[in-house]
């Protein structure tokens, strides 16, 4: 690892780097080069008041050439001892360098030349700053030369430089071609009214340009022209920008989900850490539910960023670049009369003034297309857009080029321990990338469990998203010290990707089925970066296409955060309308896209759940891990608990998994308590239980201890996973639908009656549903199976349908209908399993002893109340 050695250089909290003075250089220098050249740099670097020997600008050049990280480089003050062309050639294939500044380092024109060259092959940079360094009518010919050829910089800044009325003229022949620079900055040369009246002249043709700063003594009207058009181009750009704002063009959003998943203390969350280039930390805590996280990638360079806001905005500013959008007169024929004409209306009330607005309306209507007669009608019924237009900056059209060259990533860490799988069903998305993070040690050991969570971990995967990639990633490569470790690994692997057929990424560089890593030194780490952004461009989901109106719609989602956690289904249809959203099936499919990319949680497997949208899926993690959570790992202050009297009450939680109504009201405190109780009852994370005459909550994945329960003179129906897969989490929902079933069948004439006959343990569970149908459910996690033990004198049919339909009920609305089993009753003679079709036939008892069935009711998109509801008779 590079380390600087004097505090003198040091980076700030915006990424920040600055070598400033000969001391600094002679200390930071090298060390800043090696990092440049391990693509580690911050990046912005500022380098300052000293001198760029030779030797320093061959090792800085050398570094530059391959590197990713530096986006932004300013130099002041520098002595470049004739090496700039040296540094400039390695401008010339740069592709993530977007800002250069040049100050008061004395180029001359020599240097003006080096950097125009650069700037005809460059494609990245869109900022380039030279001010205060004696450059010339020669170097200001030699930069107009590159603006004819170059098609990306948006911002030239001359300024305090020796240009003349040559140079202005070379620039302004240039402005004629150029149509995307928007700001040129030539204050304080030697140009005179000739020069100015040139790039005047320049602008009748111009339409790109929004911002030239110059000021010529006694030439008040010819800056008065050039301030007039080039507002005239900035207000055809608002004009431009809004209506694509308000229009159904689409564009790839570039936008996935990664999700992190392993084993409890695998390195997941060090793993994240280190792909975002943060240092190692072994005090890195374990994670609680799941930690959301978000990440731009660029050429491999990963940076955490806070949650970007105005899409619609920088979806708008991509269209623009891309030339979809030029200008009204070609947009018109794409956009419907009525939708130009309300878009024009909007813009003309933010960007003309009133005392010209019949010249307006009769000009602009016409360039629309629409009849003035009409425009004069209309005009007094539109009401302004909010501040739109005028929030729009040229800034956004910079972004939109990072925008369309990288993927913005949501990252999300999931909690490894097993009290949380049953709640990661909600947030596990079809789309998407899954990271299985293993420890590679454990694959060593050849520990049987180990396998088994590997296997886990594949076959959830596949449940979810069976057409998601799959990297895995194996930590602590340090310690696996010999190659035939290594292969040992991996041919582990192989078996169990050949077995489960998941979409795994194959590790190229390696030719391994996985990535060997280390997070404490790094090792791997630059790899798997370089594979996670491989797969991702891939995936066929990143390149969706998504409409400006959809991301208008998120903007005002995301707005809405401020004020709630989350909207009903009919606020954001009224949201939607604002948007020109006005279909029922857009609304969904919209909402399905931000609930897969991680920006919402909206479950649709029931209407009532359909009704809801979580604006804050970290505030609904947060929520639910205050309930659902290792106590071991993740424990509470008790001597809060002391205090408010509800010590007794957590300790039941985490020993019986039983929640007080006061425990929840106060983990829940200044939170929707009702809601969050009603979500996890709709998603069967939680019952309700009436014990000893008083209510309680029921959180299965709470109950700890295991119970194997005396099967003598009991009959068995097995439901049998083994040949798929049996998940974390469906047999706490079927305890969570017998207990919410029998609490609710106990319920009779507004009272509660005390429910009798029931045992709950981590394992197994006795309940009885209803009055002479008590349900014992076993789940067996070494054979993949569910058994139900049922007494002779019991209804055995009616025991056997209420579980199937219990299971196709966790199975629709929590699996993805992604489960399958195969039933099973024991034979009392030979205590063997035959299958359903033989059982039946036979009419082993007591299952098929009694003539008829119960109706199993309907599952698909029912409602939990309708469904234990048609249990009843």
């Given at each position: 690892?590079?380390?600087?050695?004097?505090?003198?250089?040091?980076?700030?909290?915006?990424?920040?780097?600055?070598l400033?003075?000969?001391?600094s250089?002679?200390?930071?220098?090298?060390?800043?080069?090696?990092?440049?050249?391990?693509?580690?740099?911050?990046?912005?670097?500022?380098?300052?008041?000293?001198?760029?020997?030779?030797?320093?600008?061959?090792?800085?050049?050398?570094?530059?050439?391959?590197n990713?990280?530096?986006?932004?480089?300013?130099?002041?003050?520098l002595?470049?001892?004739g090496?700039?062309?040296?540094?400039?050639?390695?401008?010339?294939?740069?592709?993530?360098?977007?800002?250069?500044?040049?100050d008061?380092?004395?180029?001359?024109?020599?240097?003006?030349?080096?950097?125009?060259?650069?700037?005809?092959?460059n494609?990245?940079?869109?900022?380039?700053?030279?001010?205060?360094?004696?450059i010339?009518?020669?170097?200001?010919?030699?930069?107009?030369?590159?603006?004819?050829?170059n098609?990306?910089?948006?911002?030239?800044?001359?300024q305090?430089?020796?240009?003349?009325?040559?140079?202005?003229?070379?620039?302004?022949?240039?402005?004629?071609?150029?149509?995307?620079i928007?700001?040129?900055?030539?204050?304080?040369?030697?140009?005179?009214?000739?020069?100015?009246?040139?790039?005047?002249?320049s602008?009748?043709?111009?339409?790109?340009?929004?911002?030239?700063?110059?000021?010529v003594?006694?030439?008040?009207?010819?800056?008065?022209?050039?301030?007039?058009?080039?507002?005239?181009?900035?207000?055809r750009?608002?004009?431009?920008?809004?209506?694509?704002?308000?229009?159904?063009e689409?564009?790839?959003?570039?936008?996935?989900?990664?999700?992190?998943?392993?084993?409890?203390r695998?390195?997941?969350?060090?793993?994240?850490?280190?792909?975002?280039?943060?240092?190692f930390?072994?005090?890195?805590?374990?994670?609680?539910?799941?930690?959301?996280?978000?990440?731009?990638?660029?050429?491999?360079?990963?940076?955490?960023?806070?949650?970007?806001?105005?899409?619609?905005?920088?979806?708008?500013?991509?269209?623009?670049?891309?030339?979809?959008?030029?200008?009204?007169?070609?947009?018109?024929?794409?956009?419907?009369k009525?939708?130009?004409?309300?878009?024009?209306?909007?813009?003309?009330?933010?960007?003309?003034?009133?005392?010209?607005?019949k010249?307006?309306?009769?000009?602009?209507?016409?360039?629309?297309?629409?009849?003035?007669?009409?425009?004069?009608?209309?005009?007094?019924?539109?009401?302004?857009?909010?501040?739109?237009?005028k929030?729009?900056?040229?800034?956004?059209?910079?972004?939109?080029?990072?925008?369309?060259?990288?993927?913005?990533?949501?990252?999300?860490?999931?909690?490894?321990q097993?009290?949380?799988?049953?709640?990661?069903?909600?947030?596990?998305?079809?789309?998407?990338?899954?990271?299985?993070?293993?420890?590679?040690?454990?694959?060593?050991?050849?520990?049987?469990?180990?396998?088994?969570?590997?296997?886990?971990?594949?076959?959830?995967?596949?449940?979810?998203?069976?057409?998601?990639?799959?990297?895995?990633?194996?930590?602590?490569s340090?310690?696996?010290?010999?190659?035939?470790?290594?292969?040992?690994?991996?041919?582990?692997?192989?078996?169990?990707?050949e077995?489960?057929?998941?979409?795994?990424?194959?590790?190229?560089?390696?030719?391994l089925?996985?990535?060997?890593?280390?997070?404490?030194?790094?090792?791997?780490?630059?790899?798997?970066?370089?594979?996670?952004?491989?797969?991702?461009?891939?995936d066929?989901?990143?390149?969706?296409e998504?409409?400006v109106?959809?991301?208008?719609?998120?903007?005002?989602?995301?707005?809405?955060?401020?004020?709630?956690?989350?909207?009903?289904?009919?606020?954001?249809?009224?949201?939607?309308?604002?948007?020109?959203?006005?279909?029922?099936?857009?609304?969904?499919?919209?909402?399905?896209?931000f609930?897969?990319?991680g920006?919402?949680?909206?479950?649709?497997?029931t209407?009532?759940?359909?009704?809801?949208?979580?604006?804050?899926?970290?505030?609904?993690?947060?929520?639910?891990?205050?309930?659902?959570?290792?106590?071991?790992?993740?424990?509470?202050?008790?001597?809060?608990?002391?205090?408010?009297?509800?010590?007794?009450?957590?300790?039941?939680?985490?020993?019986?998994?039983?929640?007080?109504?006061?425990?929840?009201?106060?983990?829940?405190?200044?939170?929707?308590?009702?809601?969050?109780?009603?979500?996890?009852?709709?998603?069967?994370?939680?019952?309700?239980?009436?014990?000893?005459?008083?209510l309680?909550?029921?959180?299965p994945?709470?109950?700890?201890?295991?119970?194997?329960?005396?099967?003598?003179?009991?009959?068995?129906?097995?439901?049998?996973?083994?040949?798929?897969?049996?998940?974390?989490?469906?047999?706490?929902?079927?305890?969570?639908?017998c207990?919410?079933?029998?609490?609710?069948?106990?319920?009779?004439?507004?009272?509660?009656s005390?429910?009798?006959?029931?045992?709950?343990?981590?394992?197994?569970?006795?309940?009885?549903?209803?009055?002479?149908?008590?349900?014992?459910?076993?789940?067996?996690?070494?054979?993949?199976t569910?058994?139900?033990?049922?007494?002779?004198?019991?209804?055995?049919?009616?025991?056997?349908?209420?579980?199937?339909?219990?299971?196709?009920?966790?199975?629709?609305?929590?699996?993805?209908?992604?489960?399958?089993?195969e039933?099973?009753?024991?034979?009392?003679?030979?205590?063997?399993?035959?299958?359903?079709?033989?059982?039946?036939?036979?009419?082993?008892?007591?299952?098929?002893?009694?003539?008829?069935?119960?109706?199993?009711?309907?599952?698909?998109n029912?409602?939990?109340?309708?469904?234990?509801?048609?249990?009843?008779?």
């Open positions: 690892m590079v380390s600087f050695r004097q505090p003198s250089t040091s980076f700030d909290e915006e990424d920040h780097l600055t400033k003075g000969i001391s250089f002679s200390d930071g220098f090298d060390p800043l080069v090696e990092l440049i050249a391990m693509n580690e740099s911050p990046a912005r670097v500022t380098l300052s008041s000293s001198n760029f020997s030779g030797e320093n600008s061959y090792k800085f050049a050398s570094a530059l050439a391959g990713r990280s530096l986006q932004e480089l300013y130099c002041h003050q002595l470049w001892d090496t700039l062309e040296l540094f400039a050639d390695t401008l010339r294939g740069s592709k993530t360098l977007l800002h250069l500044k040049i008061s380092c004395n180029i001359g024109d020599a240097g003006a030349r080096y950097i125009a060259a650069a700037l005809k092959e494609s990245s940079l869109v900022s380039l700053s030279l001010p205060t360094n004696n010339r009518s020669k170097g200001a010919k030699d930069l107009a030369d590159a603006l004819m050829e098609s990306t910089l948006r911002r030239l800044q001359l305090f430089n020796k240009l003349d009325d040559i140079g202005a003229e070379s620039l302004a022949g240039a402005l004629k071609l150029n149509d995307s928007t700001a040129l900055h030539l204050n304080n040369n030697l140009i005179t009214g000739i020069g100015l009246r040139a790039l005047t002249k602008l009748e043709m111009n339409k790109s340009l929004v911002e030239l700063d110059i000021w003594l006694g030439e008040d009207a010819a800056l008065a022209k050039v301030k007039t058009r080039t507002e005239a181009n900035r207000q750009k608002q004009q431009v920008f809004l209506q694509t704002l308000k229009s159904g689409t564009a790839p959003w570039n936008r996935s989900r990664l999700m992190f998943v392993g084993q409890g695998a390195g997941k969350t060090a793993t994240v850490r280190s792909l975002l280039g943060h240092p930390s072994i005090k890195t805590e374990s994670t609680v539910g799941a930690h959301i996280s978000e990440s731009t990638v660029f050429s491999s360079i990963w940076k955490e960023t806070d949650l970007p806001r105005n899409f619609s905005h920088r979806l708008a500013a991509r269209l623009m670049l891309n030339g979809e959008k030029e200008s009204p007169s070609k947009a018109k024929s794409q956009v419907p009525k939708q130009a004409w309300n878009t024009f209306k909007r813009a003309l009330k933010l960007t003309k003034n009133k005392a010209n607005l010249e307006d309306i009769k000009a602009t209507g016409e360039d629309f297309g629409i009849k003035t007669a009409q425009a004069s009608d209309q005009l007094a019924l539109d009401r302004a857009l909010p501040e739109v237009v929030t729009y900056d040229e800034s956004y059209l910079v972004d939109a080029r990072h925008d369309a060259n990288s993927v913005a990533l949501s990252l999300w860490d999931f909690g490894g097993f009290v949380f799988y049953s709640m990661h069903h909600i947030f596990l998305t079809k789309t998407g990338m899954y990271m299985l993070v293993f420890d590679q040690r454990d694959l060593l050991r050849e520990n049987e469990t180990n396998l088994q969570n590997l296997s886990f971990w594949l076959r959830s995967i596949r449940l979810h998203a069976p057409l998601a990639p799959v990297i895995l990633a194996g930590t602590f340090h310690e696996i010290k010999e190659k035939l470790q290594v292969k040992t690994i991996d041919n582990l692997l192989k078996g169990f990707i077995d489960f057929g998941t979409n795994v990424v194959f590790n190229q560089r390696e030719n089925y996985f990535h060997a890593i280390d997070n404490k030194y790094g090792t791997g780490i630059s790899n798997l970066r370089s594979s996670v952004e491989a797969a991702t461009l891939k066929v989901s990143v390149s969706q998504v409409s109106r959809w991301m208008g719609l998120l903007d005002q989602i995301i707005e809405k955060r401020k004020s709630s956690p989350y909207l009903t289904f009919s606020q954001v249809r009224d949201i939607g309308k604002g948007e020109n959203i006005l279909t029922q099936s857009e609304l969904e499919t919209a909402l399905s896209l609930h897969e990319r920006f919402v949680v909206h479950l649709t497997s209407n009532v759940l359909k009704q809801i949208i979580v604006l804050k899926p970290q505030w609904l993690v947060d929520c639910l891990c205050k309930v659902i959570r290792d106590k071991s790992l993740h424990s509470f202050n008790e001597e809060n608990f002391r205090k408010v009297g509800l010590l007794d009450d957590m300790k039941i939680l985490f020993a019986k998994g039983q929640a007080s109504r006061d425990l929840l009201d106060y983990l829940w405190e200044n939170e929707p308590v009702e809601f969050l109780l009603d979500l996890m009852k709709r998603t069967m994370l939680l019952s309700e239980l009436n014990l000893e005459n008083k309680v909550y029921i959180v994945s709470l109950l700890q201890s295991d119970h194997f329960p005396d099967s003598e003179n009991m009959y068995k129906c097995e439901f049998d996973f083994s040949s798929s897969f049996l998940p974390a989490g469906v047999f706490q929902r079927l305890i969570c639908l207990v919410e079933g029998s609490h609710r069948n106990n319920y009779e004439k507004g009272t509660m005390n429910q009798k006959n029931i045992a709950l343990y981590q394992n197994y569970g006795m309940i009885e549903f209803e009055k002479g149908c008590v349900i014992r459910l076993q789940e067996c996690k070494n054979t993949q569910i058994i139900v033990h049922v007494k002779e004198t019991e209804n055995g049919a009616k025991c056997y349908n209420v579980v199937q339909s219990l299971l196709h009920k966790v199975n629709a609305d929590a699996m993805g209908t992604g489960l399958s089993w039933v099973k009753f024991e034979t009392r003679n030979s205590a063997d399993y035959v299958s359903f079709a033989e059982s039946q036939s036979q009419r082993i008892s007591p299952w098929f002893q009694k003539e008829g069935k119960l109706d199993q009711p309907s599952v698909q029912t409602n939990l109340d309708d469904f234990l509801e048609a249990f009843r008779g």
